[in-house]
């Protein structure tokens, strides 16, 4: 059993902040990238960024200079931090990973279960 739990999602103003956090577990071996993503009422899923094992990372270009990610690889754990909020920063944000499994030793693609960040006035 796997399991990615994310938090720190809420209500913020506009230019406040706020810190997602991610934690993976269960029976994984492995972690390689992880990555956040969110979804807009009537919007497609997008990716806001993502982190590889050896740290390289990759913004969407409407999060950078605003958001940064980072993960801590002996906690199995991922973080968004959101600084500068906008409205349109508004959606469900989703925690993603590729895992190792011990099942098959396969790797598995996995999303949690989301966490919502509204920014309003």
């Known amino acids: 059993q796997v399991q990615l739990v994310e938090s720190g999602g809420g209500l913020v103003q506009p230019g406040g902040s706020l810190r997602l956090s991610c934690a993976a577990s269960?029976?994984?071996?492995?972690?390689?990238?992880m990555a956040w993503y969110r979804q807009a009422p009537g919007k497609q899923r997008e990716l806001v960024a993502s982190i590889t094992r050896g740290g390289s990372t990759n913004y969407a270009d409407s999060v950078k200079g605003r958001i940064t990610i980072s993960r801590d690889n002996a906690k199995n754990t991922l973080s968004l931090q959101m600084n500068s909020l906008k409205p349109e920063d508004t959606a469900v944000y989703y925690c993603?990973?590729?895992?190792?499994?011990?099942?098959?030793?396969?790797?598995?693609?996995?999303w949690g279960q989301g966490t919502q960040v509204t920014v309003s006035s």
């Open positions: 269960g029976s994984i071996l492995q972690i390689n990238t």
């Open positions: 993603n990973a590729d895992l190792l499994i011990p099942v098959g030793l396969r790797w598995i693609n996995y």
